[in-house]
């Protein structure tokens, strides 16, 4: 039909937004990068309400922060827990049951039999599986199928902080709680607490209330079971901890422990901790100025960090132990006897037990002190296991993708059976906006949630210490390559040349291409193309198996 041109513009500005409302939030998206007047459009916060209340109904707040209702619209669009079985023939992703009160998804722990997820609003959430029998008469995770609220107004959880989840029976939840002030008063104020629930059942089985005063953001677990201590760090970076028997909890009784200030904060109270982590022997600091500390409780966990037992003292395990890093420390992932932490700039440094190749450095040698791992740069997020350790990262184009390096048994490498000692491309199609991961014996967990507020933000590294950017040379400004690339490609061909069949030449040419910093597409290209010239040659070896579609 031919006649008048009717521009979009002279339609009311809230009939635009309200027709826009309608959209996926996919096409909203695209849609606001077409043209200036379409993404001011759909950027206005009355559309992203409207969307928001579409894909939550119960949330009556707007939520926090400078966007708030575009903030909780993509929380709650993205929000996901995936997951992927190590056991059986289906190897894919899959999704569980998703709770509709929840307001995104900030955190999740899997237990023994169930997984627990934290949302933005401070609701635990408990997500109960669907077990079922497997032919060989174990019990195998299938799914979450339904989900209960374990409780309200927790700020953090935490559970036996060992890999295997046989170990979490019990769940320990920071919350707050309105506590009355005197008995038969009206008056009432807040106070935190830690609430201990049987991960079997969700009952609350003991319950500790702090003074007023005390305001805590994060508590981790370190210990045996029967010395079991929690520690609790305050909004002012002050670390406390108590001891808590875990066997006599689930007794009818009543006992007082006491709260001690923990030695990291008694011998250096200039130090403000930002996080924590802990395994059952050791806890890792990370301060506000990127430092890090350590506290080591057995000798053989501090023989595997550290190499050697010159500095442990068995009488005194809460000496906190620095750390030398030429950089600012944004996060950390602490296994049993190894642990991975990433700097301002993205960069990856590993250190401990390497026995496996779980540091991803190549080869199999321990590392007393943090080792950078070259290849590897802005991770997302980062998990190191019992043997194994797993990397988040984010390619060019935007899509994810999961590296993972040690002990391939039990398929915790899916598609490398074998193992790898550097940090090799597993195949298992990431969700677009994972954010943190988890690995136990049984499941590869992933969860899904982008904030607009919070993501990674690092910073350029210097041209003169990126390893392998050349160099003027100040007397002749020649560029040089000291220590780099080029020494990087002289020390690959040395192990190529090294091997004694075209065999064995070809396995380590698949093992430097995982190695070597290339996008995804390009790994997977040479490595297609290292498995046709190894058939042709007549090898036997079949190399790591094709991604599934």
Request: aromatic letters at 10%; proline letters at 6%; hydrophobic letters at 35%.
């Amino acid at each position: 039909m031919v006649g008048n041109p009717i521009s979009v513009q002279l339609f009311p500005p809230e009939l635009v937004e309200h027709i826009i409302s309608f959209l996926p939030v996919r096409d909203v998206v695209a849609l606001g990068q077409t043209c200036h007047y379409f993404h001011e459009v759909c950027d206005a916060e009355g559309v992203w309400r409207r969307i928001c209340r579409k894909l939550s109904p119960r949330l009556r707040e707007q939520g926090s922060g400078v966007r708030p209702w575009k903030r909780a619209a993509i929380l709650n669009y993205t929000k996901g827990l995936y997951f992927q079985a190590f056991g059986g023939r289906r190897r894919c992703l899959s999704k569980s049951v998703a709770p509709q009160l929840a307001h995104g998804y900030r955190r999740f722990l899997p237990t023994k039999d169930h997984i627990f997820i934290l949302d933005y609003s401070g609701t635990l959430f408990f997500l109960k599986n669907a077990l079922v029998s497997s032919t060989l008469g174990q019990i195998q995770w299938k799914r979450a199928c339904r989900y209960v609220v374990l409780c309200r107004g927790a700020k953090d959880f935490a559970s036996d902080p060992r890999c295997d989840t046989v170990y979490r029976k019990y769940l320990y939840v920071l919350a707050t709680r309105e506590q009355l002030e005197v008995v038969g008063t009206t008056g009432s104020r807040v106070c935190d607490c830690v609430e201990v629930y049987l991960q079997s059942s969700g009952q609350r089985v003991f319950k500790m209330t702090f003074h007023h005063s005390m305001s805590f953001k994060q508590i981790v677990l370190v210990g045996q079971e029967t010395q079991r201590a929690l520690l609790l760090l305050t909004e002012e970076g002050k670390i406390y901890s108590l001891v808590v028997n875990e066997t006599q909890l689930d007794q009818p009784r009543s006992y007082t422990v006491q709260l001690a200030l923990r030695k990291v904060s008694r011998c250096l109270p200039h130090l403000r901790v930002a996080c924590m982590a802990s395994n059952q022997s050791s806890t890792l600091y990370i301060t506000n100025e990127g430092g890090v500390y350590f506290e080591v409780h057995t000798p053989g966990v501090y023989r595997d960090l550290f190499g050697t037992l010159q500095a442990f003292d068995p009488l005194d395990q809460q000496m906190p132990l620095a750390l030398s890093l030429p950089a600012k420390i944004l996060f950390c992932a602490l296994g049993y006897n190894h642990l991975g932490l990433v700097d301002e700039f993205g960069r990856i440094f590993m250190q401990g037990n390497n026995r496996y190749g779980q540091l991803g450095t190549g080869d199999k040698m321990d590392r007393g002190e943090p080792t950078q791992v070259h290849y590897l740069q802005h991770p997302i997020a980062l998990w190191c296991g019992l043997n194994h350790s797993l990397v988040l990262s984010q390619g060019l184009d935007f899509s994810k993708e999961l590296l993972g390096c040690g002990c391939g048994a039990g398929g915790r490498l899916p598609g490398w059976p074998k193992g790898s000692a550097s940090f090799v491309k597993l195949h298992v199609k990431v969700p677009l906006c994972a954010c943190s991961l988890c690995s136990t014996r049984e499941c590869l967990y992933m969860l899904s949630s982008h904030d607009i507020e919070h993501h990674p933000a690092y910073r350029d590294l210097p041209a003169s210490k990126v390893v392998g950017t050349p160099e003027p040379n100040p007397g002749s400004g020649v560029l040089q390559d000291p220590g780099g690339t080029a020494w990087a490609c002289k020390e690959y061909l040395s192990q190529i040349h090294s091997c004694p069949t075209l065999q064995d030449r070809m396995e380590k040419m698949k093992e430097i291409v995982g190695w070597m910093p290339l996008l995804a597409a390009q790994k997977d290209f040479f490595w297609e193309a290292l498995d046709m010239l190894q058939k042709a040659a007549g090898g036997v070896g079949q190399g790591p198996p094709t991604p599934e579609s």
